[in-house]
Nanobody, 120 residues
Framework: QVQLVESGGGLVQAGGSLRLSCVVT????????IGWYRQAPGKQRELVAR???????NYADSVKGRFTISRDNAKNTMFLQMTSLKPEDTAVYYC??????????????WGQGTQVTVSS
């Protein structure tokens, strides 16, 4: 059973930094796609940053240059380093694993979410 557990959220002032962690059990990163998403109140969940299956990183335009996704394959843990935080970054942040089982077919796995609140 694949499980994802996030940690590291909290309340921070604008301009501050936070580091989110996500420990994954039940599967290895391997050639799966992994990443971070967020959902603000009244908005749809959106991609923040991810590693594609071939290890290429992608970032939302709104976080480029401020956020960095990284991974520790030995510990099956992914991270999101967030700097220069803005009030509009306030959201629940979720880690995600897209576990591929055949060609382009995959199952989505999500963590429980961690709240990030940025005060102005």
């Amino acid at each position: 059973q694949v499980q994802l557990v996030e940690s590291g959220g909290g309340l921070v002032q604008a301009g501050g930094s936070l580091r989110l962690s996500c420990v994954v059990t039940g599967t290895t990163f391997g050639t799966n796609a992994i990443g971070w998403y967020r959902q603000a109140p009244g908005k749809q969940r959106e991609l923040v940053a991810r590693f594609s299956r071939d290890g290429v990183t992608n970032y939302a335009d709104s976080v480029k240059g401020r956020f960095t996704i990284s991974r520790d394959n030995a510990k099956n843990t992914m991270f999101l380093q967030m700097t220069s935080l803005k009030p509009e970054d306030t959201a629940v942040y979720y880690c995600n694993v897209k576990k591929y089982y055949y060609l382009m077919n995959f199952n989505d796995y999500w963590g429980q979410g961690t709240q990030v609140t940025v005060s102005s």
